[in-house]
């Protein structure tokens, strides 16, 4: 059995062990079974909660995108309400969630690896999961547009692509770049030197938002 969370109802131990066992030994090689086993329940507990395997993958999938759609900072959570520039903007989120990070993925969570793992499968799970990421960062790009402090450019669509690409691909290279950098860039001791660079470079993307007609710039 799995060391985890005591609190945890047997349903999260399920999809905590699950997590750990795809991340550790991709989808095909994991059973029901090795998933009851590491969570200290049967196998129909498993089929109980979840289906099948399939459906407990789903589960584990849907769990990320709920916490990965935690981490998109609003309009009203990092302080654009008073941003004047996209510098400004990214300066008010980077403060709100860079601890909200290491709380999401502490450096034992499973999560990340498992990420790892969705995107290297290019199965049709996966470009479904990150379909839903693009979807959420074109929207959110839309609120911030909205808002009246950032200008995402002529083409949303590419420019949040572009941003999924650079976040998922630390996701991806995380171990060459810990021992390029000496330090790890998602982990709780590196992600505010990561953290607040990534959102420098950010800012430079999107450009601030024009002003209203009428208002001299």
Same mark, same amino acid.
């Given at each position: 059995?799995?060391?985890?969370?005591?609190?945890?109802?047997?349903?999260?131990?399920?999809?905590?062990?699950?997590?750990?066992?795809?991340? @550790? #030994?991709?989808?095909?090689?994991?059973?029901? %079974? =090795?998933?009851?086993? +590491?969570?200290?329940?049967?196998?129909?507990? $498993? *089929?109980?909660?979840?289906?099948?395997?399939?459906?407990?993958?789903?589960?584990?999938?849907?769990?990320?995108?709920?916490?990965?759609?935690?981490?998109?900072?609003?309009?009203?959570?990092?302080?654009?309400?008073?941003?004047?520039?996209?510098?400004?903007?990214?300066?008010?989120?980077?403060?709100?969630?860079?601890?909200?990070?290491?709380?999401?993925?502490? @450096? #034992?969570?499973?999560?990340?690896?498992?990420? %790892? =793992?969705?995107?290297? +499968?290019?199965?049709?799970?996966?470009?479904? $999961? *990150?379909?839903?990421?693009?979807?959420?960062?074109?929207?959110?790009?839309?609120?911030?547009?909205?808002?009246?402090?950032?200008?995402?450019?002529?083409?949303?669509?590419?420019?949040?692509?572009?941003?999924?690409?650079?976040?998922?691909?630390?996701?991806?290279?995380?171990?060459?770049?810990?021992?390029?950098?000496?330090?790890?860039?998602?982990?709780?001791?590196?992600?505010?030197?990561?953290?607040?660079?990534?959102?420098?470079?950010?800012?430079?993307?999107?450009?601030?938002?024009?002003?209203?007609?009428?208002?001299?710039?």
């Amino acid at each position: 059995m799995l060391n985890m969370r005591s609190d945890l109802t047997p349903k999260a131990r399920i999809r905590e062990a699950a997590l750990r066992l795809f991340a @550790d #030994d991709g989808f095909d090689a994991v059973t029901v %079974r =090795r998933i009851a086993a +590491a969570a200290g329940v049967s196998p129909a507990l $498993v *089929l109980h909660h979840y289906g099948s395997k399939e459906g407990l993958r789903a589960a584990c999938d849907d769990h990320i995108l709920r916490l990965t759609e935690e981490l998109m900072p609003t309009p009203e959570e990092s302080g654009a309400s008073g941003a004047t520039s996209a510098a400004e903007v990214f300066d008010a989120s980077a403060e709100a969630k860079f601890g909200s990070f290491a709380e999401v993925f502490p @450096d #034992d969570s499973p999560v990340l690896p498992y990420l %790892r =793992r969705m995107l290297l +499968a290019d199965d049709e799970r996966a470009r479904e $999961v *990150l379909r839903g990421w693009h979807r959420m960062t074109v929207d959110l790009l839309t609120l911030w547009r909205d808002a009246g402090v950032l200008d995402p450019g002529p083409d949303p669509e590419v420019r949040a692509a572009l941003l999924l690409a650079m976040d998922l691909g630390a996701v991806l290279l995380r171990d060459p770049l810990t021992e390029l950098l000496g330090f790890d860039p998602l982990g709780s001791g590196g992600i505010d030197r990561w953290g607040r660079d990534a959102y420098s470079f950010f800012s430079l993307m999107l450009t601030d938002a024009p002003p209203p007609e009428g208002r001299p710039t």
